[in-house]
Structures are given as structure tokens and as C-alpha cells.
């Protein structure tokens, strides 16, 4: 047993320009745009491309830092017990959980995957639920028997919530030059429930866990440029509608600027990670004290608990310094011309719009390296409307049904390295970069129009530039 909480082992051709199908879309032929460079996270960058690239620590730390960075790598891939368990700080796990860890979920700190058609557990994505109206605090109001979340396992003699099903559909499409293309849309049915079927009015989000680089980059970004760069009233006519969502922090006491999670939900690193603590895994915090369990959930009021909290003050400040530290990694193939060229058509098509490619953050209090640091995570950090084919009709806080963080782009072209898998989007229902663009609609739809609407060696070069954040 003791061997299971021994701390563990430490430490992405040339190709024509792009002109006569955009000018025909009624864009104008721009200009070489700025480059971002291979340097996406500023002085916060590795230059390393191999399945270790989501878990290098910032170049700039301390030696003292780099201590603190392995001690909270290590409590993330840590897996937590059952109380009462041979180690007091790392049991409770439960009642009800989804994975035991923090790396159940982000395998490699990378992104996970969807849920296999012949596969009911989760393995590291999650369903979200709630039914009509606001909690408390004006977020998403909570399913009386089962929560915020689906909790697909339990502990011993504790009921596991349910299991969720999925099926996929057919959506066949084709680009402009005839050639044909085939998405897949997902159907999701929650089954074996254990405190009876769910609300008739419940909303559910199936969710992949994203990876995890750069977030104490993006934590480092001042409120103030996110919020210059809102429109929600599209004042300036590009068709781009950036809103701000403003969420409960707990530690706080009241509203503040979300940035984090599918739909910036989360306003800190330490708020996202108490929640994940409590929401995935089953462990309480100071943020967050109280078990997991709903009043029909009998058995797992009953359960004992691994103390009050169980994931104390300090290992909750280890796994945030852990997360907050991990570094970017840099972009390949820079001046490799079809990524140029790709770089140039992301622009042209007006993918920066929201996918905006520098952004500078202020002072950081808990780790000096993220501090002034001109940034290239593809991101805005805001509220975009993805329209119909994405919506999971599920509001949270202030974000509609339809609406969706810009997620940042920065490692993408990594996620095969490290995780071993082409899956993108907030459900996993993309197989490659190229189905995830042509999903685009709502704000986007016109973006993805124009990528239609090009020439196959174009589409090429888009990918490639992709490829190599």
C-alpha cells in the first residue's frame, strides 16, 4: 500500500499563396501579418517536442521553485485512497469520483480522450449536469439526486451514479473543389442510474479535459486587456461577439472574470483545481468542505471522510505552483514554407479574430518567471457563439447554451505525441484538426466557409501551420 503513495518518479512542401478563393470570399489580400515565433510562451518556453512536452517545468525557476514544482507533479499523479488509508494527508477519495486522480483525466498533462462507443467508464472526459435555474451564486443550478457532475464509480458499498452511453451519426459534408468529407455528431444516453431517471428538464455537457500548458500564463494575463478585448455588441460589424463571463470565485466571495475550463467557468487556478478536487475525484478543501453527495444519496452521506479538509491548505498551494509552473513548448517548423503559408491563410480567414495570437501578461505574485511575458497562446480568453452543431444548451454562468471559451491553441500539434490520439473539441467528437475547423459555425461560420472553400494544397498548408504550435 505504502508503495502507492511513494512520491512518484521525478523529472507537429511548398504550397501556392492563398488569394484569388479569399479575395472571391470579399476579403482583402493582407499583408504578411506579424509572426508570433517559435517562442509561444515568452521566457516560459522548451524547446521539446516529444511525450514529454506538457510537463516541463518554466526555464526561469528557482532551484527552491523546482522543488515545489516536482513535489505538486507528484501529488497530481498521485492516486488517492479510500479513508481511513495508510496515509492520512492522501486518502478520502470519494464517496463518488470519476478517476482517483488528478492525471487520471490529464493523462501527460495533454487532452483527453471521448468516450468510446464499446466503453461506458469514463476515462478522461466528464458529463456535467443541472436542471433549470441558478444556484446561489447564479451558476448553473445543480441535479437534486445527482449533482453537478456524473460520478461513474463509488467507493466500496457506495452506489456509482451512472454510466453514459454514446453513439455517433454521420454528417457528410464537401469542400467547394467536390471533394467530400464525413463528420460525426455524438448521442450521449446516461444509464444504470441509481437514484432514479434523470429530471425531464436536466442539461448535460459532455466535457474532454483539456491540457493543461501555459496556465499560469493565462492566469498572468491582465483582466483588463481580456476585457478590451470584448464586443459584445459586434460594435465594429466582423461579425465577432467576444463576451466576458463573470463566475463565483470561492475564495473571493463574489463574481470575477472566468478564464478557465470549456467555458470559462473558473476564475483561478486555485478555484479550477479545488472544484476538479471535489468534482472528479471526491476530496474536500477549504474552497470547497463539503462531500460530494446529494440528500438521496444515503450511503455516501454515511461514508467517513479523510478529515476536514482532506486535500489541506498546503498541498492545495503545491498543486496550484505545480500548475502555474509548467512551461509551453515551442513551435516546429517555423519557416518551413507551408507553414507560412498556413500562417498567413489563419489570418487571411480571420481565424485570429478569436484565436488571437499575442497577448502580454502583467506581474505574477506566485511565480515571478510568468511575469511580463509577451505570449502566443491563440486565445482571447472570451465567450464566442460556435452556433447549432456545437451547443450543448447548457448555461453556465453567463455563457449561453451555445457559447464556448476560445480554447488556446498553443500544443495542439502535440496531442499526438503525447497523447496518442486526433480527438479535439470540447467532446471529443473531432478525429483531426481539419473536422474540428469544419464544425465551426455561429461567429465562426464564415471562417469556416472560407476554409471550404479552398484549394486542397491550402487546406494542406492551414493544417500544417497548426500542426506546428
Not at 453514459?164 to 464525413?182: K, W
Not at 493565462?218 to 467576444?242: C, T
Not at 518551413?336 to 501578461?361: Q, W
Request: aromatic share 6%.
Amino acid at each position: 500500500m505504502r508503495a502507492l503513495h511513494r512520491l512518484l518518479r521525478k523529472l507537429a512542401r511548398p504550397c501556392g499563396p492563398a488569394a484569388v478563393l479569399l479575395l472571391a470570399a470579399g476579403l482583402a489580400a493582407s499583408a504578411e501579418p506579424e509572426r508570433s515565433g517559435p517562442r509561444l510562451g515568452g521566457e516560459a518556453t522548451v524547446v521539446v517536442a516529444d511525450r514529454t512536452a506538457f510537463s516541463r517545468p518554466l526555464p526561469a525557476l528557482s532551484s527552491d521553485e523546482r522543488v515545489r514544482f516536482q513535489q505538486g507533479q507528484e501529488l497530481f499523479r498521485t492516486g488517492w485512497l479510500i479513508a481511513p488509508g495508510p496515509v492520512p494527508t492522501l486518502d478520502g477519495l470519494g464517496p463518488v469520483f470519476n478517476r482517483s486522480s488528478c492525471a487520471g483525466c490529464h493523462q501527460h498533462n495533454g487532452r483527453g480522450q471521448p468516450l468510446p462507443e464499446e466503453a461506458r467508464a469514463f476515462r478522461s472526459m466528464l458529463l456535467r449536469l443541472s436542471v433549470a435555474g441558478e444556484d446561489e451564486h447564479g451558476g448553473p443550478k445543480p441535479h437534486p439526486a445527482y449533482g453537478r457532475q456524473l460520478n461513474d464509480w463509488g467507493i466500496i458499498g457506495v452506489p456509482a451514479e451512472g454510466q453514459l452511453d454514446v453513439t455517433y451519426e454521420p454528417v457528410p459534408g464537401r469542400f467547394a473543389d467536390n471533394r467530400d468529407y464525413e463528420l460525426r455528431r455524438p448521442r450521449f444516453e446516461v444509464t444504470n442510474l441509481a437514484f432514479g431517471p434523470l429530471d425531464p428538464q436536466v442539461l448535460t455537457s459532455p466535457r474532454v479535459a483539456p491540457a493543461i500548458v501555459g496556465l499560469g500564463l493565462l492566469e498572468a494575463v491582465p483582466e483588463s486587456l481580456i476585457l478590451e478585448q470584448a464586443d459584445p455588441d459586434d460594435r465594429n460589424g466582423d461579425g465577432i461577439s467576444g463576451r466576458a463571463n463573470r463566475v463565483w470565485d470561492a475564495a473571493l466571495g463574489g463574481l470575477a472574470l472566468g478564464r478557465f475550463g470549456w467555458k470559462a467557468n473558473a476564475p483561478t487556478l486555485y478555484h479550477q483545481a479545488a472544484s476538479a478536487a471535489l468534482e472528479d475525484i471526491g476530496i474536500t478543501s477549504a474552497l470547497f468542505p463539503e462531500e460530494n453527495c446529494t440528500l438521496e444519496q444515503r450511503a455516501c452521506r454515511l461514508r467517513a471522510s479523510g478529515g476536514s479538509p482532506e486535500l489541506s491548505a498546503t498541498l492545495l498551494d503545491r498543486l496550484v505552483f505545480f500548475l502555474s509552473a509548467l512551461a509551453v513548448p515551442a513551435q516546429r517548423n517555423p519557416d518551413d514554407p507551408a507553414v507560412r503559408t498556413g500562417e498567413r491563410l489563419f489570418h487571411e480567414l480571420a481565424c485570429a479574430s478569436c484565436h488571437r495570437p499575442t497577448l502580454k501578461t502583467a506581474s505574477h505574485a506566485r511565480v515571478a518567471a510568468l511575469s511580463d511575458q509577451v505570449i502566443h497562446p491563440y486565445t482571447d480568453l472570451l465567450l464566442h457563439d460556435m452556433g447549432e452543431g456545437l451547443a450543448d444548451h447548457r448555461p453556465d454562468y453567463a455563457a449561453s447554451g451555445r457559447e464556448w471559451r476560445t480554447p488556446p491553441l498553443w500544443g495542439i500539434g502535440l496531442v499526438p505525441e503525447v497523447n496518442r490520439h486526433t480527438f479535439y473539441l470540447h467532446d471529443g467528437r473531432a478525429r483531426s484538426l481539419e473536422e474540428a475547423i469544419l464544425w465551426h459555425g455561429g461567429e465562426a461560420e464564415a471562417a469556416r466557409e472560407r476554409y471550404r472553400h479552398l484549394s486542397k494544397e491550402q487546406r494542406a498548408a492551414l493544417l500544417a501551420f497548426l500542426a506546428s504550435l
